[in-house]
């Protein structure tokens, strides 16, 4: 295993580097020596701003690697390229004169020095970022952007009445919508790509989110208005499991289809509704998908719903956001009008 910045210390120009004992005594001597850090265990000098402000944006980036332990899962979220974000972090080891992380075939692992540096760069740079998020909450910033991670069902029914009543609120923000599979959305979010999400509560098992519950999802069977299922008013799909169009294994409407009381046989995947509705309505096939995908969207296909007596095929939506981290304002309004568009939705189920 190879260790980052394992020669730094011979590397490092020696007035850099200085032992707390004398950060001490220099501070005793001159109480302006604000700019020695003996926080860690060691003391460094910073030559002048250019370099605090470098070594402020490195330990930000660090703790990004440490929050992904890989550098190419961190350089994906960060939109950097892994080159850069190494260089970084050999500088940020060069700076410290200690190596941060180990590197292995899986990823990287924290050293002893990069565990301390993380526990007290990552309270440090919380309380700031909670301090802006506050004041900014608290003067009512109206404009900006935010990213909402979102399953693609939900933008047939849902999501499209949410943003509608956020951008009339709030005008000058803008709203990029991320469609994605629940395990996509979950990731969106925890790795603040995303700063709210919405998805199956199936999906989620994080302790790095917050869950707020919205409305029950029923399933039901989407046909061909030729189909022999066509003119049902319901279908027991124990007993007759007729073959089904479905998202890709990992989506939690495709883990609907394989349990112990079902087992359904998928003859054809597809990423999204739009392809999934076409590919029934050319075959003659079937899917399932939720109740509530609007009917107008289903005669653009000739396609009818029926509804699904057993077994039960019911999900939870729930909202999504980071835990430990204040709400901005523009997310906390996202998530109240989610709220509040919930118990019209539920109604139409």
């Known amino acids: 295993m190879r260790q980052y910045g394992q020669s730094c210390a011979t590397r490092q120009p020696a007035h850099w580097l200085v032992t707390r004992d004398a950060a001490v005594k220099r501070r005793r001597q001159d109480p302006r020596a604000d700019h020695v850090n003996m926080d860690a265990g060691f003391a460094i000098q910073l030559p002048g701003n250019t370099m605090k402000a470098n070594v402020d ?5 660090f703790i990004e690697i440490a929050a992904h332990k890989s550098l190419s899962a961190a350089a994906e979220a ?14 940020l080891e060069e700076f410290v004169g200690q190596a941060l992380f180990v590197r292995h075939g899986r990823g990287v692992e924290l050293t002893e020095a990069g565990k301390k540096l993380l526990e007290i760069a990552s309270a440090a740079y919380q309380l700031v970022d909670n301090a802006v998020l506050q004041l900014r909450n608290e003067h009512g910033v109206t404009d900006g952007s935010i990213h909402v991670a979102t399953i ?12 509608a009543r956020f951008m009339a609120q709030r005008p000058s923000a803008s709203v990029a919508l991320l469609g994605r599979s629940s395990p996509g959305v979950v ?4 790795s603040g790509r995303a700063e ?9 098992a994080s302790d790095q989110l917050d869950i707020t519950p919205l409305f029950e999802d029923d399933m039901c069977l989407v046909v061909h208005e030729n189909s022999r299922f066509a003119s049902r008013s319901g279908v027991d799909l124990r007993e007759e499991s007729p073959p089904l169009v479905a998202f890709p ?55 009818v719903r029926v509804k699904i007596e057993q077994p039960l095929m019911r999900r939870l939506i729930v909202g999504l956001t980071r835990r430990g981290r204040p709400l901005s304002a523009m997310t906390s ?12 939705v539920a109604l139409h189920s």
């Open 78 to 91: 960060l939109s950097l390229t892994q080159s850069g974000l190494s260089r970084h972090l050999a500088s």
């Open 187 to 190: 990731e969106l979010v925890e």
């Open 249 to 303: 294994a990992g989506y939690a409407l495709r883990k609907m289809l394989h349990t112990k009381e079902f087992n359904a046989t998928v003859t054809a995947e597809v990423e999204t509704v739009d392809a999934m509705l076409k590919l029934v309505s050319i075959t003659n096939g079937q899917c399932i998908l939720p109740l509530l995908i609007p009917e107008k969207i289903l005669q653009e296909y000739q396609l």
């Open 152 to 163: 693609h069902t939900l933008s047939y029914y849902f999501m499209a009445e949410v943003a």
């Open 57 to 61: 944006y490195q330990a930000r980036l």
């Open 333 to 344: 309004l996202m998530l109240d009008i989610a709220r509040e568009s919930a118990p019209k």
């Open 196 to 204: 709210i999400g919405f998805a199956y509560d199936s999906a989620v």
